[in-house]
């Protein structure tokens, strides 16, 4: 799902391919987590009450056939609301809106995001960096909630620590939306890949990369409605 | 003949069970079986995680005469998370593993880990403190999440998968070590060498968690996982293990232990016991009796000391109070 949702993402910045465009919006907008179905809802809300959700409010999974995760949902909200910035409708918003209720829905207490869910067995989970910030990006143009601040101060807070490659590239990411300083953190970022020899997969070195070039071109994520 | 309602229902659950167990017999879920005639188990005694540890690992496996010169051996220890407290598989004991598998001749270490929540794997490796034995040019670290897949058709099917995209890694690899930490789960019940094979399984393909495999069972799916990657060896860190709402929010439980076997049941049975568990009780494991190693004592030759009777057995949910066997 989340290929689906990145790629639309890439083919929003570019004019061609509207019909590869029309055909990833329409499958995202059809797809949902598998809690979404009546009888998992129904279940999520008598039955099976060890993971603290509200069942009603869906997103999308990392593959067809499982439940709705905090990371897929949110590119597939900030997908959704990058091709609807000039053709919004009901449908549309209505998908974005469940996606957007469902991130809020599972905050860690604290502020930030875990996998997936904030509650398991009556223990609060901690919040993930890279969950944080991509949760952020997809609710760059939300109201400003108290929740919404708190996740970011504790994002800010984190990224002054961070050494991995990975997490601090998607801190710059989103801290840069959110209009903080992130210029300390990309020095950081570029003396922690050095030539880049040390990073052995091609999706970390290409969100580092984007990272890097914050601020010097279109932010991939950014969401202009 | 008068039938009444009850004797009705007794007379078809009993009918369905023997089918079940009829079906079994004769349609069995898996196409391989490891079991081999006995299996051995050795259980170290070790208080901490200090340097001791090494001499005590070589001793330890020179106790099973392992035949790894020249072979490709793959460490799948357990690295969950960033987070304090006994979550992941100690460091010293994966990094003393890899360097006791080298100095028995082994061609080449690779320690493999696909982390199930968290998605940045370097951060967990750096929070587990890793990365200093990784500096030997001989020991290298693959984060399976992200390694180059090979479509496979799984071994048995309890979880109705057919097939899995796995690591080239693992595939490639001649011997495989299952390092688990010892905690009970609060899904499974516990979490040892069989139920740490979930790491295997690419989150790039399968997302983070891999939570697809829930869907199918999380019993199930372990069997069809170790049925299709068989583990070679076990090394259980149970110096300090976690009791309670494993495997992230549990708490400490020093079981000052380190369980080594040639059979990934007989390890986890054994630690189930020490546990203070009775492992048939453990749905993935009275049935990986069946097939992928020896559950009974009967058939596990214990190397060097007998393990002592606990006193306490393991805390758990009470979903799982089920497992304590009856001696407690």
Known sequence: MTTTALSLCYLNGITDFASAREKAFHWLVEERGREAHWFWRWKFKTADRNVRFDPDKYGWPWISGSASWVIPTAFGVIALKQFTVCNRSEPSEKRIRLGVDMLLDRACAGGGWNSGNSIVYGVPLPAHVEATAIALLSLQDEERTSMIGASLAWLKQKSAAIESVESLAWCILCLFVYQEPVDHLKARLATLIGDGREIRNNA?????????????????????? | MNIDRRRFVGATAGMAATTGMAADWFWPKYSVSYQKPRS????????????????????????????????????????????PGPVNTNANIIGTAARCFLRLGAARVVIGEGPGHQRDTELVVQAANLKPHLEDRQIQFVDLNRDELVRVKLKANYSGLGGLWLPRTILDSDFVVSMPKIKTHHWAGVTLSLKNMFGIVPAMKYGWPKNLLHWHGIHESILDICAT???????????????????????????????????????????????????????????????????????????????EPITRPFSVLPEFHYLVAPAH
């Open chain 1, 204 to 225: 970390t070195l290409a969100t580092a990369i984007l990272a890097l070039k914050c601020g010097e071109m279109i932010h991939p994520f950014v969401v202009l409605r």
């Open chain 2, 40 to 83: 051995l188990v050795a259980i170290l005694n070790a208080t901490e995680y200090s340097e001791k540890v090494e001499a005590l690992l070589i001793d330890g496996l020179r106790l099973f005469r392992l035949n790894v010169a020249g072979r490709r051996v793959l460490l799948k220890p357990n690295l969950v998370e960033d987070l």
């Open chain 2, 229 to 307: 990657v068989p583990i070679h060896f076990v090394i259980a860190d149970g110096i300090t293990a976690m009791e309670g709402n494993g495997p992230l929010q549990g708490t400490a439980r020093d079981l000052g232990k380190i369980v080594l076997a040639d059979d990934p049941v007989a390890a986890d049975a054994t630690c189930a016991r020490l546990m203070g568990f009775d492992p048939l009780r453990v749905q993935h494991l009275s049935d990986a009796g069946r097939f992928l190693g020896n559950l009974k004592t009967e058939r596990i030759t214990m190397l060097g000391e007998r393990p």
